[in-house]
């Protein structure tokens, strides 16, 4: 089921009350439903310490930012441009 | 599988104080139209504007040279590459436009050139050449037969492993047996099709100048389960029955998990001995796959629970790596870490070993 980014963020709390990986597993579905994400994994803030979600985008979009929450269950959601994900043969 | 538009990726136009012109990948026919190459007008465009602005911007010792090549959205730009050792690099690159008459310019910090006499760069050791056998892996390899559509593909001969007590060169589903349809080949792979070393790509598409090492072992790994995995039971004699890699050499025949930074290297066809970190966990990715050697969209699978490794400009993992084995960053007997099968510019992707060895009830063959 595809929820919208405004229902993600109103799931969000100001503290994580559970394993981020559970959060993750929680929410992939709806992320990679927004047309532009390609992925979503759980990785670090640049401090090299605070757990987040980051959520992998084919190219820069506003609106595909938009579409995406800020925090989800307390936890920051951040984006990265990766471009499409491919296989590596050739 | 090779797509035509990854062509661009092979053909970048480096001028450098050690490397000028451009680098074209090894095809054995014309790019079909739409291919990025030097008769593009987008990729005349950049050209263009390198042409006018290398000398120029090569006046400061800092920059090292420009190239041709694609942004993460695709998009061709000009490539600036900037000494990261410089002291004055953060300046030099402040003044650089962010773009000139329409062509993106991206900056890549990078450490100087220097000459590499052959692929891989460690050691001289090539990951491309015909080896005397028992090969060692780490090597280009692939389906004999994978040669579609004007086309020849391949990857890597990542690792061993047993499978019922019977060694097999572990790789990926999409290196040795993703033609399922008769398409351009008017073959399928199939159970029992010999794996040669080095890939077809390697030598110019022509599978009497590579050698038979192992028989496909078809195990379906895609599209329904979690990992891209396939294997070939080795020929008597052809692969060391240590399971040495190139340049890694034994391993362990122990695994480990990922782990957030954890140190990491591969062995792989494309470029060689190269290291990097694990910067994601548990990744929700889709990929998708052809049909055939640059043949037509066959599925686009969802994987989870995948390991994600940096690979800024593509060095860690690039096309042709695929199959390589991901291991801790260790000198001696490193554990294996996951399977290398997808990536970007900026983002390299692997199977965890242990959902690989489940699904196909094997081992690694290592040091115990």
């Known amino acids: 089921m595809f929820l919208s980014s405004q229902a993600m963020a109103q799931n ?22 927004i047309p532009g994400v390609v992925g979503i994994y759980v990785g670090e803030l640049d401090d090299g310490k605070t757990p987040c979600l980051k959520v992998m985008l084919l190219r820069k979009s506003d609106e595909t ?26 | 599988m090779l797509k035509p538009r990854q062509f661009l990726r092979a053909l970048v136009a480096l001028t450098a104080g050690v490397l000028s012109g451009f680098v074209s990948l090894n095809a054995f026919a014309a790019p079909p139209a739409g291919v990025l190459d030097d008769t593009h007008a987008n990729v005349r465009a950049v050209i263009a504007v390198q042409h006018e602005v290398t000398a120029d911007w090569m006046r400061q010792p800092e920059v090292l040279g420009t190239a041709v090549g694609l942004d993460a959205a695709g998009n061709t730009s000009l490539v600036v590459y900037v000494d ?12 650089l436009p962010h773009n000139l008459r329409g062509v993106n310019v991206q900056i890549e910090m990078t450490d100087k050139f220097r000459s590499m006499a052959k692929p891989g ?19 280009s390899g692939g389906w004999r ?17 047993l499978i019922g007590g019977v060694e097999h060169i572990l790789s990926n ?3 040795f047996e993703s033609d399922i349809v008769a398409g351009g080949n008017n073959r399928v792979a199939m159970t029992g099709d010999p794996v040669i070393q080095p890939g077809l790509i390697d030598v110019n598409c022509t599978a009497a100048n590579a050698q038979d090492v192992a028989n496909l072992v078809k195990k379906n790994s895609l599209p329904g389960s979690n990992v891209d995995c396939s294997v070939a039971a080795v020929t008597t004699g052809m692969v060391d029955p240590t399971g040495a890699i190139l340049e890694i050499g034994t391993i362990s025949s122990q695994t480990v998990a990922a782990s957030l930074n954890q140190a990491v290297k591969k062995s792989g066809r494309t470029t060689g001995l190269t290291r990097s970190s694990i910067s994601g966990l548990n990744a929700t990715i889709s990929v998708a796959y052809d049909n055939e050697c640059a043949g037509g969209a066959a599925f686009t699978k969802t994987f989870t629970g995948q390991i994600v490794i940096a690979n800024r400009g593509s060095r860690f993992l690039n ?12 000198a001696t007997n490193p554990r294996a870490v996951g399977l290398l099968f997808a990536g970007s510019s900026s983002t390299a992707i692997a199977n965890p070993i242990g959902q690989v060895l489940s699904f196909l009830n094997a081992t690694m063959v290592g040091v115990p």
Do not use: F, W
Request: hydrophobic share 30%; aromatic share 4%.
């Open chain 1, 65 to 90: 930012e938009r579409a995406i929450p800020k925090t989800l269950e307390g936890y920051p959601v951040v984006t990265e441009v990766t471009g499409e994900i491919r296989p590596l043969g050739n």
């Open chain 2, 121 to 139: 760069g460690g050691g001289g050791t090539s990951h491309t050449a015909k080896q005397t056998p028992p090969i060692k892996l780490g090597t």
């Open chain 1, 12 to 33: 969000s709390s100001p503290s994580p009350r559970r394993d981020i990986n559970d959060v993750l597993r929680a929410h992939d579905k709806e992320l990679l439903a």
């Open chain 2, 319 to 330: 096309s042709g790596d695929s199959g390589s084995l991901m291991v801790e960053d260790v």
């Open chain 2, 173 to 175: 589903y999409h290196v």
């Open chain 2, 84 to 95: 990261q050792d410089a002291k004055n690099a953060g300046e030099v690159i402040r003044n």
């Open chain 2, 145 to 161: 037969y994978d040669l579609a559509n004007g086309y020849c593909c391949g990857g890597t001969l990542g690792s061993l492993v």
